[in-house]
């Protein structure tokens, strides 16, 4: 083959590589976008049956210098969950574990803590893939192919070609 085709030929595959890459990362988000959903949802749930809103429960100090009135019955501060409020934490709560089919009967305090430590670890995963979707966009259009017209670099090697005699 012609040098001038093998690099065609060597910058095509690269790119489609590249753009099957970004096809991949952006799969990838959506699917991770349809789990923080279930994981907010579900947090929401809880909240709900806590009767609690991010909001509305009262800080650490808050309760501290409400509860001040005799310290020797019980503890100078009450630790204050901002989900469970003054829901029974222990209470027994049915979850179904990420990417299982397996419910299983644990506190309240821990469905819920397993589910903001998930969420978290979602939006930071979906925060590095939108940042890889990027650089491959910003890759691939640097390359001139997600333009309306042809690469400057396709054409020339285009006119490479047509110049050679077969």
Known sequence: MDENMKQLQQSLIELETEAEHLLLARH???????????????????????RTTKTSVPCPFESMMN??????????????CVTCGN?????????MFPGT???????????????????????HEAQKLQSYV??????????????????PGVLRSL???KDKPW
């Open 28 to 50: 990838q988000l959506v699917e991770n976008d349809k789990v923080r959903n279930g994981n907010r949802e579900a947090l929401t749930a809880l909240r709900k049956r806590a």
């Open 67 to 80: 509860n001040i009135g005799n310290p020797a019955s019980r503890p100078l501060v009450k630790e204050v």
């Open 87 to 95: 829901h029974g934490s222990n209470e027994q709560t049915w979850m």
């Open 101 to 123: 089919d397996v419910f299983a009967k644990i506190p309240f305090h821990a469905a819920h803590t397993i589910l903001e430590t998930d969420q978290a670890r979602l939006d």
């Open 134 to 151: 990027k650089e491959k966009s910003f890759f691939i259009s640097e390359k001139g192919v997600l333009a309306d017209k042809i690469s």
């Open 159 to 161: 006119v490479a070609l």
